[in-house]
């Protein structure tokens, strides 16, 4: 008999807010989790996966039903539990101003190791997370990916007999993202460890042995990840775009059509899309002469009907946005940004070395690369909030390097972490972001109307927004940066650690933004996005590795039909082969 590590039997758990109102987090929720494998948790944004890890982690008490952890009452067993199991939250807390050892002996530390077996932990851990030669440098100072790694080291500094992990990819790199879960997968191999992982990425989800899909606090459906993949069996198609024909704006046309249509996503550059039940012809691509081929369905497809059935909230879209996709959709000719050698040093550290690129009217331009390898200094010069060492930088001309304030003027930016005032309302944050950009009262009050509409904001303008859900956070960050109509939007990893249908959303705005002449740059870990995009460019190490069209990419590498994550590891570990390990 499979011993069982959890055991969730009608687990209730509701939070009381302001004026005595209850929201429920977890209703009747059964689970369990059996010894010596990988379990997962997907769900959107609000599902209830965090609290549950709390709960598990007896950080919490349940509000009704029962939670046993490794045979042991979740309330009056908290303290053994803790004692037994490894927990790394979303905000690992590193120590920055200290090393890598010095993070590592604190945790042991905290966790009663002993001494005389700390080096041969320690030495296990350093070497299978590749930070053996990083022991006297200070957490600060590593890249986002190998401070997860950092983090998940010190969370494993014992040998626990549960490890869990809320979201521990996001904001990290495909490749890091990969030898993250290549070190979970041989704990669990050669300690037998029992994982419960909650994450954002479907193929991550993939890996596990057993996944629960919840969605506002309910169990939607649970199996393995081949048997949630059938639940969209046989309603799964894709097509090549037409020649020069954006795939986001083909998904674009697909996904508002909700009668025919479940899902549709840009995909090995063509659309994928699944069907309704019942349908068997789809209006668009009928009436544009498109032939569609069955595929197989995928973890996500099944995650994608799922939530359609149980009426997730998806945004509306209104017909002027249809009329807006009707009139086009590419790229214009005027340039918007110019990049010429491009150049900044951090004392004798160059993190970008002699970049050049030209970004259009209308176009959607991403910029990728692993953690620390400079695109974020590149989109930090974009926007204006750090200067170049050396080069030609002009944003919608605008010499950047002369007169930055005035070039900010020209910009929206939304960056990778909430920056609003979490303590003022959705009204006063607008109010006070389109007063920071010196717009009239009445111009103001016009603006707001417009953005509270085409963001769906008008049930939380009195909600603090602090206290929104991620997606409502999300949709905030965008209407402030859109208020006053700027003609290029920075967006700096816009839907880290954001689910699926969150995603789908926040990108058909951003299609019908580039469609009417905003030019859109992005900094993205879903490397599936780089799909949306006209053009990408790739870094490492500083210096410029590609540069193209997803269809020019692929071309390029002889891999016609790979997903993005194969292109971008394969781009990146070619390059490091030729040169140096980035330091």
């Not at 590193?94 to 042991?108: G, K, Q």
């Not at 869990?164 to 993202?177: C, H, M, N, Q, Y």
Request: aromatic share 6%.
């Amino acid at each position: 008999m499979d011993e069982i590590m959890i055991r969730a039997k009608q687990l209730n758990k509701t939070f009381t807010i302001k004026k005595g109102k209850q929201v429920t987090a977890l209703k009747a929720l059964d689970l369990t989790v059996k010894k010596g494998v990988l379990t997962a948790i997907i769900g959107p944004d609000g599902a209830g996966k965090t609290t549950f890890m709390r709960l598990v982690a007896g950080l919490m008490k349940p509000t009704g039903g029962k939670l046993t952890v490794l045979g042991l009452d979740s309330v009056s067993g908290a303290e053994e539990i803790q004692t037994r199991i490894s927990y790394m939250p979303q905000k690992f807390g590193l120590y920055e101003d200290l090393t890598v050892m010095e993070n590592m002996n604190l945790y042991a530390d905290l966790h009663g190791v002993p001494q005389d077996s700390r080096p041969s932990r320690f030495r296990k851990l350093l070497t299978m997370m590749g930070l053996e030669r990083f022991t006297g440098r200070l957490a600060g100072k590593l890249s986002g990916g190998m401070k997860q790694k950092l983090g998940l080291a010190c969370t494993l500094v014992r040998s626990p007999e549960l490890l869990l992990l809320d979201e521990p990819t996001v904001g990290v790199d495909p490749l890091s993202r990969k030898e993250l879960w290549e070190i979970v997968q041989q704990f669990v191999r050669e300690e037998n460890l029992s994982v419960l992982v909650s994450t954002a990425y479907m193929n991550e989800a993939a890996l596990c042995s057993h996944v629960y899909v919840l969605n506002k606090g309910e169990l939607l459906a649970d199996g393995t990840p081949d048997a949630l993949c059938q639940i969209a069996a046989g309603r799964c198609f894709s097509f090549p775009p037409p020649q020069g024909e954006p795939t986001r704006v083909l998904q674009a046309h697909l996904i508002d059509d909700t009668e025919h249509i479940v899902d549709a996503v840009p995909r090995g550059g063509k659309v994928h899309f699944i069907l309704q039940e019942h349908v068997t012809n789809v209006p668009y691509l009928d009436a544009h002469g498109i032939k569609a081929e069955p595929v197989a369905p995928t973890l996500e497809d099944g995650f994608m009907v799922l939530l359609h059935k149980a009426e997730t909230e998806s945004l509306p879209v209104s017909r002027e946005e249809e009329e807006i996709l009707d009139k086009g959709g590419r790229p214009g000719k005027e340039v918007n940004i110019i990049v010429k050698n491009l150049v900044r040093k951090f004392g004798d550290f160059t993190a970008v070395a002699n970049t050049s690129f030209e970004v259009h009217r209308g176009e959607i331009f991403g910029l990728l690369g692993p953690n620390g390898a400079g695109k974020t200094t590149t989109f930090k010069m974009l926007c204006g909030l750090l200067p170049a060492t050396s080069g030609v930088l002009s944003v919608a001309g605008v010499n950047l390097r002369t007169a930055r304030t005035q070039a900010r003027a020209n910009v929206g930016y939304v960056a990778q972490k909430f920056s609003l005032y979490s303590n003022m309302s959705v009204m006063a944050n607008l109010e006070f972001f389109g007063g920071i950009y010196g717009l009239p009262p009445k111009r103001l009050k016009e603006r707001i109307q417009d953005v509270v509409s085409k963001f769906y904001l008008s049930d939380r303008l009195d909600m603090k927004a602090g206290s929104l859900p991620g997606g409502y956070k999300q949709r905030l960050s965008m209407a402030c940066a859109l208020l006053h109509e700027p003609k290029i939007l920075f967006l700096d990893e816009p839907t880290s650690g954001i689910d699926p249908l969150t995603r789908r959303n926040f990108w058909r705005r951003i299609t019908t933004l580039a469609a009417m002449g905003t030019t859109i740059i992005i900094t993205t870990h879903f490397m599936e996005e780089a799909e949306y995009c006209d053009r990408f460019m790739i870094q490492d190490n500083g210096h410029l590795l590609a540069i193209g069209s997803p269809a020019e990419i692929r071309e390029r590498l002889h891999m016609e039909g790979a997903d993005m994550d194969n292109i971008f590891m394969t781009i990146v570990e070619q390059a490091r082969e030729k040169g140096e390990e980035p330091k």
